[in-house]
């Protein structure tokens, strides 16, 4: 069974889900020393369920910035300082290229060491370290859990409300993972966080309108990175003081720039009329694979 396939942002969430999501995570953190709560590292703030800081009270935890290599390195170092700033330990990984799971297993040893020190005195000595991989679909528990363990492990969770028996999945060290992630719901509270939700692919296309979705995208890539779209789509992009924001609908000056981005990347239909759906779908897909360059859309 493939993880991927098994994508978990088809998950409708409704409130019976997210309240046995809640319940179900819950009672696992109750078996665990450590909670890694992963995030997209393009948008930590979208990517965070609120609701988990309210589970884990006093356990250690690590936030953990995935997909690192897809995020824009001065936004990554601002949000590690934010999270420092409000003690909270953060670390920047990319787990589909096991980089910084090496330092993810030193801070998890580190935060530990008390417990691990005392249960050796009380003659525990090399008890395993236990976590559990919680966050919202999408941003790389499976990957994360399978790179620790070094092997394919079909991670379950998914599917919120569907309790069964956890095994714990081995990895080379000490650290012993619940081969369940749990699943939260992303912060989908604001239209601007749905559509970075979106963006970066934890919301279904098929939920969203993909044009509205991909105009919506661009306008906030030209507003955060001009240079870069200037450079990937062959087109001026004007001061935001020259772009009068009251423009809407067909006069909407973005557009004029959205039509010349799909000319650029050759989405012509015959007629010479912009491929409007072909170039949405192009769009996106550069943004998703890191083809516009690295880009965080949230800032602390
Ligand atoms: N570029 C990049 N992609 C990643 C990284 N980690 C995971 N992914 C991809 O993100 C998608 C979701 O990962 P998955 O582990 O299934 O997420 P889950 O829903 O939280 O279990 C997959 O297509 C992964 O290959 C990463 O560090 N960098
Ligand atoms: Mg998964």
Redesign the pocket.
């Known amino acids: 069974m493939s993880?991927?396939k098994n994508?978990?942002?088809n998950i409708n969430w409704f409130p019976g889900h997210m309240r046995k999501a809640l319940n179900e995570t819950r009672e696992r953190l109750k078996l665990v020393d450590i909670v890694y709560e992963?995030c997209d590292c393009r948008i930590p703030f979208s990517s965070r369920n609120p609701e988990l800081d309210k589970l884990i009270g006093d356990k250690p935890r690590i936030v953990i910035l995935?997909?690192?290599?897809?995020a824009d390195p001065a936004k990554t170092s601002m949000w590690l300082k934010h999270f420092e700033s409000i003690k909270v330990n953060a670390i920047a990984?990319?787990?589909?290229?096991k980089?910084g799971l090496d330092k993810l297993y030193q801070m998890t040893e580190e935060l530990l060491k008390d417990k691990l020190e005392s249960a050796a005195a009380r003659g525990r000595v090399g008890r395993p370290m236990r976590a559990i991989v919680v966050?919202?679909?999408?941003?790389?528990?499976?990957?994360?859990i399978?790179g620790l363990a070094g092997k394919k492990v079909v991670?379950t969770g998914?599917r919120p409300g569907v309790t069964r028996d956890f095994k714990w999945v081995q990895t080379p060290g000490r650290l012993e993972l619940m081969d369940m992630?749990g699943?939260l719901w992303p912060r989908i509270a604001t239209r601007r966080s749905s559509l970075c939700l979106a963006m970066c692919?934890s919301v279904k296309d098929e939920i969203a309108d993909i044009t509205q979705t991909a105009y919506d995208s661009m306008k906030i890539l030209t507003e955060l990175y001009p240079k870069l779209m200037e450079d990937r789509y062959g087109v001026k992009i004007p001061d935001a003081s020259d772009i009068d924001p009251d423009g809407f609908g067909y006069q909407d000056p973005y557009y004029d720039m959205f039509l010349e981005m799909g000319k650029h990347r050759g989405c012509v239909m015959s007629g010479g009329r912009i491929d409007e759906d072909r170039f949405s779908r192009l769009l996106l897909n550069d943004f998703r694979e890191?083809r516009i360059g690295r880009i965080t859309l949230e800032v602390p």
């Open positions: 993880e991927t994508n978990s942002s992963t995935n997909k690192a290599d897809l990984i990319e787990a589909s290229h980089k966050g919202c679909p999408n941003t790389g528990k499976s990957t994360l399978n991670v998914d992630a699943v692919g890191g």
